[in-house]
Every structure is written in structure tokens, then in C-alpha cells.
């Protein structure tokens, strides 16, 4: 499927491009990483920590006048706000800990009883909220009311965020919550000794008075310039929801420091500050197609139309490019190909990331799907010997991503033990290529919410599946609980929280650790306890369109019966496993578990794969696959236990019985497609299909 979405650069269309509809759904790429260090921001901290310095110094030990103080020490705090701002974003280096560091050191300037992880939490709601309610979108306190209150909001707009994160404490970790607490005892404090010790008109000349002025002067700059008048919310319209204002921006640029392209920052959060109007050169006809809010520096309103007027632009020249929707590998069956390893990366100590060099000859073979799995096979002795296979899923991105695999090591596993240990650079392991049916159908034009329960290495195709849903539906959102022993241990830890930068009005990563007390708002394990808080207090099931669930059995049969009793359909919960224990189950798997135990009927089976047919007499008690392999060794299989789907193959003719399922959703089963290794005839003759 290949969607066209416009570009701003110049050139000729194609008959073929002019003849297709564009898509207003796909978001324009911004072209503009997050990078290593964003040195004018540095610059900017630095210099307003000079400033500062300087200014206070003046005031304190030169005797300089109240009427040059406030102000430039007022100007430093709204200056230190957009550093601040963009740590909050993550957008100032892609070393987090470098943005963590400058914003609890500008945090200070702009409300000093306050944390920067309390401002963070406050101004991603906004972002996730924009123009909604006010118990929804907290910056709404800034832009609602009467014409006369607006100044004393704006002025007070502290108080209104302090009561909205009281409302929502039960959200923040009690790390989090413990240095909110200590900056306001030491604040506390710092007032106190300042009173008793006759200095407070002092701090209040050089510190709260500058900082109060500040906040009115961003109140109004950053909530009601961009946001007044706008009934349009960011989940609605997120090209309506935010605008940016055209003219005198000689002007306007400098003294907004560039947040007079505030929609720019809406689009793409994570992009530093000074490269906004770059983005927008970038894309502008782009932006223009899907009808962005524009608005002159005077308060006046433009059409698309009145804006391609004021800039003499000729919107014929748009270049269209095609967006495709990623698409499953070309064989028309399971089969294995020798990669060789491009990079071995470590997301936590006892797992590695196992990235593949595919070569142009099998690209096509390779391509994959969000939410599939390759399973990989070796004849090494440090792995265990010959026939060795493991199956993992793809765990990166489906539009444009690596073939990349993550595998944790467990005590005495062979194969574990051996990519973590032994595997290296260059060396070859033979890959199938991608199968199953775990992700999402997605579509540049959906608006969906997808809600992800992972524990572990779980996260793997669960990274996949949300990685490229956010990338390739805009309008799309999604949901992860994710559970884990401690931070340390947390998969993807650092590529999940840049993923969540990125798209953090579209994607909230709800950790739960159940070794660590204090580092997350949720602890111990994803239960039903902990799963109905989640329904009651942050997901409205109603509201999910898909729900998908990956981690040990217990969790899953445990997430998805908890789904079940709220009333969420069964076609919407999806689950996949990659092991289950020895011996009948009743686990719930996407077509849920159905451990029958059944002894099936002697009979003749014919095998079709690769459209050649073999046939086979099984004897009572063994199963599809068993006589499968015997006639074709390459059928493809590997967890043998009903879990991982490559086995699938659709029964054509004859009956079967299933003792486990724990791969095939119900379209799946009502299609006719079995699980060959669990499956057992009961008829005297079986047609089964690879090729289907």
C-alpha cells in the first residue's frame, strides 16, 4: 500500500503523483535530529547564568537601580525558561543525563519551589491535552476566562499547576515526589533565614520578583499567543490545535525565541527550538496541504490560500513522495538464509541486540511487518550443535528500521549463552524469514489507540509495533505498560524514552518495576489489581481500539481475562508468547490457549509447500508437523509449543485437532489456519497448505 503525503521542495510532478489523492494524515518529517549537544542552547543557559550573575552582583554590591535589575534579571528567567522547555523535550542532547542536568539547574530561574520532573509531567500533559478541559490541559488556565482575568492568570499560573499536579499525585513516582518535596523545604527555608536575617527585599529584587514577572510575560507568550481562540483539540487536528505567526519576524524571532512557529514544536517536540523555522522551510508546503493555523503577527487570521498570497508561493511546485505502508517478506513461504551480524549492542547487562546485514539480493525476502519474529538457527558447538533454533521477534522500527533481534540470556540457556557471550561481529547465523500476525493492520489515514502490556523481553515486538504505528499513522496514539525488576533491567530503557520524547503528545510509557520502590509510580507486578487501576484511573477501555500483550503466560492469561471481565471485546486483545510450560494448558493466547489434549486418528496427509505436494502417513498420536518433516525437511516450525505461529498453514481439506494455541487470533481460525505442530488429525485424509 503506498500513500502520498507532500514535500516542500520544488519540482515536477508525475502524471502518477498528480492522479493520487494525498494523504492528510501522514506527518512530515522534520529532517532535524536531536543532536549530540545543541550548542546554542549551552550558549544560551551560559550566558543567562552570566547575566545574571552579573546583574545581581550590580545590584547587590554597586548599589545598580531596581528599575535595571528586575528587568534583566527577568529577561534571564524567561530566557532560562526555553532551555528548561527543551530539557524537559529531551531535545538538548541525545545524552539524556545532559538534559536531566540542565533542567533541574535552570528549573531555579523560573519557579524555584518547583522540580523539573513536576514541570515535565505538567507540560507534557499539555502537550498530550492541548486545547482540551481544564483538568485535562493545565496550561487551558492561561487561555480560558474573560478578557479581564487573562493578566492575573498569566501571573498565577504556578498556583494553578501546583493544584493540578496535587490532583494527579498518584501518577508520580516517589522518587519524584520526594524531590518535589525537598526543593520546597529548602525554598521554604531559604525565605525563612532570609526574613529573620533582614535580607528578603534583597532576594525579592534579584530572584522572585524577576521570576514572578517572568512567569505573567510566559504565560502569555508560550500559553495565549500560540493557543487563544483555538477550539480545535491536538487529538482532533493537531495542525488546528497550534499556530504559528507570520511577519515581522525580524522581530518576533529573537524576542519569542522562535516560538512564534509554536505549531512547529507541536509537530515535532523533540527538535530543538532554533531549528523551527528551519522545519517549517522544510515542509512548509506540506504543513499548508493539511490546512496549519496561521495567524500575523498583528492578530489576524489567514487561509492557506491568503498565506500562499503573502508568501508568493506557487503550491504546484509541492513534490509528492511516497510513504508505503510496510509490507511482509516476499516468500511465498518460511525460509532460511545465512545473515551475517552488523552490530551487537547491549540494552540491558544480560541481553544483546543482534542487528543483521541483509544484502540487496534478499531484501525483498527480509522486509517485515511491525510485531513479526525470524527465527534463527545454528550448527555451532558453542551454541549446542547442529539444528539449534530459537525463535525472536524483530524489535525496531517496519519503516526503515534494521533487521535487529534482541535476546536475553537466561541461566543455562544454550543459545542465549551463546549470542551474549560468545557471538560476534561478522560472524553468520542462518535467519527464516519474518513471519506472524501479531501487529496491527496499520494505514496513514487511521486514528487509533493502541495499549501495550509488556513484562521483560516482551517489549520486543512491542517496540516494533509502536515504533511504527507512531511513525507511520500521525494521528494514531499509543499506551505502554511495561513491567520489569528494576530500571537497570529495563529492555530499550533509553530507546523507549527517546521514543517517547519524539512523540510525547502520542506515546506514555508507564513503567512498573517490582524490584525498585520509588523510581516509577506503579510497583510490583502487572496484575489484575494494577491492570484495573490502570482501566479506572488512565485508559478508558472503550476508548482502545487494540490491545496487545506480551510477556510470560501468567501475565497474559492474567491481562487478558482482567480485559475480558471490562467488557473489551475479544477480537481486540492480542497476545503472543514465546514460551509456555510442558503439559495441558488453558493459557490465553491471541486465539486463546486451547490445550485440548486430544489423540488424533491414523491417517494420510498431503503437505503443500512451495507449490510442491508430499504426501505422508501419519500414525495416531503424531502430529502435522511430525510427518511434515519427514517429506520436507524445510517446513518451517520452531518453538514446537503452539506459541511463536511459524508453523501456521492452512487446512485445505480433512479435519484437525489442536491440543495448544496460543498463536492464532479467531479471523485466523475462521480462515482455516492450524498450527501444524500442535495439530493431529482426525480425519483419514488431510490437505495442509504452507503456501497459503
Known amino acids: ?297 498583528f492578530g489576524r487570521d489567514l487561509t492557506v490560500e491568503e498565506y500562499r498570497v503573502w508568501r508568493d508561493l506557487d503550491s504546484s511546485l509541492a513534490r509528492m513522495r511516497a510513504v508505503e505502508v510496510p509490507t511482509g517478506s516476499a516468500a511465498t513461504h518460511a525460509e532460511f538464509h545465512r545473515l551475517p551480524v552488523a552490530a551487537l549492542d547491549r540494552p540491558t547487562p544480560d541481553s544483546v541486540a543482534i542487528t543483521f546485514d541483509v544484502p540487496a539480493d534478499l531484501a525483498e525476502l527480509f522486509r517485515f511487518e511491525a510485531g513479526q519474529h525470524v527465527t534463527v538457527r545454528t550448527d555451532s558447538v558453542d551454541a549446542g550443535g547442529a539444528g539449534v533454533r530459537r525463535n525472536y521477534s524483530i524489535c525496531s522500527s517496519a519503516v526503515g528500521g534494521p533487521l535487529r533481534i534482541a535476546v536475553k540470556q537466561i541461566p543455562g540457556g544454550v543459545f542465549s549463552g551463546y549470542a551474549a557471550e560468545r557471538l560476534a561481529v561478522g560472524d553468520e547465523l542462518e535467519l527464516m524469514t519474518p513471519t506472524g500476525r501479531f501487529g496491527p493492520a496499520l494505514d496513514p489515514t487511521h486514528r487509533r489507540h493502541y495499549v501495550a502490556v509488556a513484562a521483560g523481553s516482551g517489549i520486543t515486538p512491542v517496540l516494533s509495533i509502536v515504533a511504527t504505528a507512531l511513525e507511520l499513522e500521525a494521528d494514531s496514539r499509543c499506551t505502554l505498560l511495561y513491567g520489569n525488576r528494576t530500571r537497570g533491567s529495563t529492555m530499550f530503557r533509553e530507546e523507549l524514552a527517546a521514543l517517547e520524547s519524539r512523540f510525547s503528545d502520542r506515546l506514555e510509557i508507564l513503567h512498573v518495576l517490582s524490584g525498585e520502590r520509588g523510581a516509577s509510580a506503579y510497583t510490583g507486578r502487572i496484575d489484575a489489581a494494577l491492570l484495573g487501576r490502570l482501566l479506572a484511573d488512565r485508559v478508558a477501555a472503550s476508548e482502545v481500539d487494540d490491545w496487545y500483550l506480551c510477556g510470560p503466560l501468567g501475565l497474559v492469561d492474567t491481562a487478558r481475562d482482567t480485559l475480558l471481565e471490562h467488557g473489551v471485546p475479544t477480537e481486540r486483545v492480542h497476545a503472543e508468547l514465546f514460551h509456555v510450560p510442558a503439559g495441558p494448558s488453558g493459557g490465553a493466547g ?103
Open 1 to 297: 500500500m503506498v500513500v502520498l503525503v507532500q514535500l516542500a521542495h520544488a519540482g515536477t510532478m508525475s502524471s502518477a503523483a498528480v492522479a493520487t489523492t494525498v494523504s492528510p494524515a501522514g506527518l512530515p518529517d522534520p529532517g532535524e535530529p536531536v543532536p549530540t549537544l545543541a550548542k546554542p542552547t549551552v550558549a544560551l543557559f551560559l550566558g543567562g547564568l552570566v547575566v545574571w550573575v552579573l546583574s545581581s552582583w550590580a545590584a547587590l554590591g554597586l548599589g545598580w537601580s531596581l528599575c535595571l535589575t528586575i528587568p534583566v534579571n527577568a529577561v534571564v528567567s524567561f530566557t532560562m525558561f526555553t532551555v528548561l522547555h527543551d530539557a524537559v523535550h529531551y531535545s538538548i542532547s541525545r545524552r539524556r543525563w545532559v538534559n536531566a542536568l540542565l533542567g533541574r539547574l535552570t528549573v531555579p530561574f523560573v519557579v524555584p519551589y518547583a522540580s523539573a520532573p513536576l514541570f515535565g509531567f505538567i507540560h507534557i500533559e499539555h502537550h498530550r491535552n492541548t486545547n482540551e478541559e481544564l483538568d485535562a490541559d493545565p496550561d487551558a488556565w492561561a487561555t480560558d476566562g474573560p478578557w479581564w482575568q487573562l493578566p492575573f492568570r498569566w501571573l498565577t499560573i504556578d498556583v494553578w499547576y501546583a493544584t493540578f499536579y496535587v490532583k494527579h499525585l498518584r501518577r508520580r513516582s516517589a522518587r519524584e515526589l520526594t524531590e518535589t518535596a525537598a526543593i520546597i523545604v529548602v525554598f521554604i527555608a531559604g525565605i525563612t533565614v532570609a526574613s529573620l536575617t533582614g535580607t528578603l527585599w534583597a532576594v525579592a529584587v534579584i530572584y522572585l520578583i524577576p521570576a514572578r514577572i517572568a512567569l505573567g510575560v510566559l504565560a502569555w507568550w508560550f500559553d495565549w499567543l500560540p493557543h487563544h481562540g483555538l477550539e480545535v483539540t491536538q487529538r482532533e487536528n493537531r495542525y488546528r490545535a497550534t499556530r504559528v505567526r507570520i511577519g515581522m519576524e525580524w522581530l518576533l524571532t529573537p524576542v519569542l525565541l522562535y516560538q512564534n512557529y509554536h505549531l512547529v514544536h507541536h509537530l515535532h517536540p523533540s527538535i530543538p527550538f532554533y531549528r523551527y523555522i528551519k522545519a517549517w522551510k522544510r515542509n512548509e508546503e506540506a504543513y499548508l496541504q493539511r490546512d496549519a493555523s496561521i495567524m500575523t503577527a
Open 590 to 692: 491471541s486465539g486463546g490457549g486451547t490445550g485440548s489434549g486430544v489423540t488424533g486418528v491414523a491417517s494420510s496427509v498431503t503437505v503443500r509447500l512451495d507449490g510442491r505436494e508430499d504426501v505422508v502417513e501419519l500414525a495416531a498420536g503424531q502430529s502435522v508437523l511430525d510427518g511434515a518433516l519427514r517429506v520436507r525437511s524445510d517446513a518451517p516450525y520452531a518453538c514446537m509449543g503452539g506459541a511463536c505461529g511459524t508453523c501456521r498453514a492452512k487446512l485445505v481439506s480433512g479435519t484437525v485437532e489442536m491440543d495448544h494455541n496460543y498463536a492464532l487470533g479467531p479471523a485466523d481460525l475462521a480462515a482455516g489456519y492450524v498450527l501444524t505442530c500442535q495439530s493431529q488429525p482426525t480425519s483419514p485424509e488431510v490437505l495442509i497448505d504452507y503456501d497459503a
